[in-house]
């Protein structure tokens, strides 16, 4: 079956430090790769996706990610972190045809320290 | 413009009772789906539903089911509650019926959170 996982539960860094959050999927093809964010209190925004091509994407907030075929992995970066990052993130999967089935991991809380 | 709107926001029930939440799409979008975020996990996928017909079903029990209207708002039922079904529920809505199509974007909701005593 397919599945996300996210290894870090939480996350703490300084402000204007760099940050990268890990995700791993299984699955047999190539998905549809997602990150979201869930801030306090508010629904899911979309960050980035990556559907194929350029392995590297660029997303909103100066965010960005990588996907490694080798390593079924899609990680997350910022190379400087603000305050108003923290949040929860949310990486997801969309096995192919599974239409706007989102396979979510369980996320990774960050905390972010002035 | 409006945003996903779910309501209500909060609820209470309790064992054996049923429930239904609401949601209205961003307008143009006719898919809208469903999730249950339980406390420390991620959203678990419940349904999708594209121009008024199911086009998937998560593994949720038969309690649980939704329907689409004609003008794309969406109502999840949960019947006969249990403290399990304590939860965040998401919609989230699309001009497309697929992820792979178009952007791939879902836009969600704040959710509704309910609390089963």
């Known amino acids: 079956a397919q599945s996300v996982t996210q290894p870090d539960i939480h996350i703490t860094v300084s402000e204007g430090a760099s940050l990268e959050l890990r995700c791993n999927y299984s699955?047999?093809?190539?998905?549809?790769l997602f990150w979201y964010v869930q801030s306090p209190g508010q629904g899911l925004q979309l960050l980035l996706k990556?559907?194929?091509?350029?392995?590297l994407v660029q997303g909103i907030k100066g965010f960005e990610a990588e996907f490694k075929r080798s390593q079924s992995s899609f990680n997350l970066r910022k190379p400087s972190v603000h305050w108003s990052d923290a949040a929860e993130y949310f990486c997801?999967?969309?096995?192919?045809?599974?239409?706007?089935?989102?396979?979510f991991g369980a996320g990774t809380r960050l905390a972010v320290h002035p | 413009d409006a945003g996903v709107t779910q309501s209500p926001t909060h609820l209470i029930k309790t064992r054996g009772q049923q429930v239904t939440l609401r949601c209205s799409p961003i307008?143009?979008?006719?898919?809208v789906s469903w999730y249950q975020q339980v406390l420390g996990q991620g959203p678990q996928f419940i349904f999708q539903?594209?121009?008024?017909?199911?086009?998937g079903r998560g593994n949720f029990p038969d309690r649980f089911s939704a329907r689409q209207f004609p003008n794309y708002s969406s109502e999840l039922n949960v019947n006969a509650l249990l403290l399990g079904d304590s939860a965040l529920y998401l919609c989230?809505?699309?001009?497309?019926?697929?992820?792979?199509?178009?952007?791939?974007?879902?836009?969600f909701g704040e959710g509704s959170r309910l609390t089963v005593l």
């Open positions: 989230a809505s699309s001009p497309h019926p697929e992820a792979g199509a178009g952007s791939g974007e879902l836009f």
């Open positions: 699955y047999g093809a190539t998905p549809y």
């Open positions: 990556y559907f194929s091509g350029d392995t």
């Open positions: 997801a999967v969309v096995p192919l045809g599974g239409y706007n089935k989102l396979i």
């Open positions: 307008s143009g979008h006719k898919s």
């Open positions: 539903y594209y121009e008024k017909e199911e086009r």
